[in-house]
């Protein structure tokens, strides 16, 4: 018995392959094959190009292709996505003015750039900013331009603080936000904690919602801490504030109870420190938002990576111990920690995600 594959599938593993093997000219080759097949750009866009780089960051987190390789298949697809712009047949601007942009220090800017070429192709005049805008740029182009929307995208949870204050910039500048992309949690939870006025789950849906009705304005007199009242503990602050010294600590522990760390080479200590710094990062960003299913999730993707280069996710529990030795005065901290022991322990982590 023989299936026949859908177009889309057909040409998406054949970018797989280009991109694989680190071939640009073909890949291009592969995108302009699909569209003179019959394919419209948008699902060239969405069912091909963005398909491919999904499988890119699952065959990375698999440990089947490296940082290099991962680096390299991205920089393919944008570049693919570039040749398809140029490709298509231009849509002219009849709806409204929409900025697409990366939140500040967030560098994964290939979501963004395929929202802001579908939205291009929906008839909208798109503003590309790209990746790592800070806020005070950002807020000047909007003065300057006047969009009717601020579509917004992190990738990184940990850039969920600096999401807040840039949707709160541009909801004071009088422009409405949707936010989109991973950091914003699979169903939207922290887009909607953190005020945006609406979220979507990728690219179409983002255009799907712009194309149905503008976004509402933004509420009068909003202030960040009516979205978060339990920062007024400062747990969050002081953690952050804290978080070289606490890296720091951690990493001494840890050498104490395992004595292999003392004879690290000085790239295995950065990338030892370095993962620490992640641990912290994870954990004030659960605290920003109350909700511990940020941490443990960040831990359960960190077991399943290290699993995968033959390293026990168990291997985390040392560092929650002194982690949480070192925050023993910050209760809220201390009961995410203890809560992410019995996640990475197997045991039932008791209560509601929400704790605040």
């Known amino acids: 018995m023989t299936t026949s594959l859908a177009p889309e599938v057909v040409h998406a593993g054949r970018l797989w392959e280009a991109v694989h093997d680190g071939d640009e000219y073909a890949a291009g080759e592969v995108v302009l094959a699909a569209l003179e097949a019959g394919l419209d750009a948008e699902t060239v866009l969405l069912d091909v190009i963005a398909a491919v ?68 192709l929906r008839g909208f005049r798109v503003d590309y900013l790209g990746a790592q805008v800070p806020s005070p740029h ?20 940990t850039r969920l603080p600096a999401a807040h204050a840039t949707i709160t910039a541009c909801q004071a500048a009088g422009v409405p936000v949707i936010a989109g992309g991973a950091a914003f949690g699979p169903d939207g939870r922290y887009a909607r904690l953190l005020g945006a006025e609406a979220w979507a789950s990728d690219a179409r849906a983002a255009a799907d919602r712009l194309v149905r009705a503008p976004l509402p304005q933004p509420r009068a007199g909003h202030q960040p801490i009516d979205d978060l009242p339990h920062l007024a503990d400062q747990e ?30 000085e790239q ?89």
């Open 53 to 120: 780089q999904r499988k890119v960051g699952e065959e990375w987190a698999a440990n089947r292709l490296s940082v290099a390789q991962e680096h390299a298949a991205t920089a393919i697809n944008e570049r693919v996505i570039g040749t398809l712009a140029h490709t298509a047949e231009r849509v002219p601007a009849t709806r409204g003015r929409v900025t697409v942009t990366c939140v500040d220090g967030e560098w994964h800017a290939l979501p963004a750039r395929l929202l802001a070429e579908v939205l291009r």
């Open 138 to 157: 950002l807020i000047t182009h909007l003065h300057r331009t006047g969009p009717d929307a601020v579509a917004l995208s992190s990738s990184i949870p």
């Open 236 to 265: 969050y602050t002081l953690l952050s504030r804290s978080a070289p010294r606490l890296v720091k600590a951690v990493y001494t522990g840890l050498e104490q109870r395992i004595p292999a760390m003392r004879t690290y080479t």
């Open 268 to 356: 295995q200590r950065q990338y030892a420190a370095e993962d620490l710094a992640h641990l912290v990062d994870f954990l004030a960003t659960a605290l920003y938002t109350g909700d511990v299913e940020l941490f443990t999730g960040f831990l359960g993707w960190t077991g399943r990576i290290l699993s995968a280069r033959g390293v026990p996710a168990a291997s985390l529990l040392p560092a929650l111990d002194l982690l949480g030795a070192e925050l023993r005065d910050f209760p809220r901290a201390t009961g995410f920690i203890e809560r992410a022991r019995g996640y990475l322990s197997g045991d039932p982590v008791p209560g509601p995600g929400k704790t605040a």
